[in-house]
Nanobody, 125 residues
Framework: QLQLVESGGGLVQPGGSLRLSCAASRFTLDYYAIGWFRQAPGKEREGVSCINFSGTSTKYADSVKGRFTISKDNAKNRASLQMNSLKPEDTAVYYC??????????????????WGQGTQVTVSS
């Protein structure tokens, strides 16, 4: 079964950093754009960031722009989300996603082919 597995979540103080990783199992990410979504309790799911299949184009939600950095390593078949200057409002379950897409630019809020199981990020003092 094709899978995405996230890791790296946890508890961090406001202003701190976390790095989320996403590893693909049983399929190659070479032809897939990667996305990161998050969902906080009682709130709608939000698209956070995306990167195109080749790793040459990225997009970010306004709420994380300048603080989060998405990356993709096709040789290692994994992607990452570096989160800096974390705020309490960043607290959510974060999901890695993949969509078969060879476009030059990715799209943040588009239907995804695969979802990871999610990893909890809690920003609190």
């Amino acid at each position: 079964q094709l899978q995405l597995v996230e890791s790296g979540g946890g508890l961090v103080q406001p202003g701190g950093s976390l790095r989320l990783s996403c590893a693909a199992s049983r399929f190659t990410l070479d032809y897939y754009a990667i996305g990161w979504f998050r969902q906080a309790p009682g709130k709608e799911r939000e698209g956070v960031s995306c990167i195109n299949f080749s790793g040459t184009s990225t997009k970010y939600a306004d709420s994380v722009k300048g603080r989060f950095t998405i990356s993709k390593d096709n040789a290692k078949n994994r992607a990452s989300l570096q989160m800096n200057s974390l705020k309490p409002e960043d607290t959510a379950v974060y999901y890695c996603t993949a969509v078969y897409d060879l476009s030059r630019e990715c799209k943040i809020d588009t239907e995804q082919d695969y979802w990871g199981q999610g990893t909890q990020v809690t920003v609190s003092s």
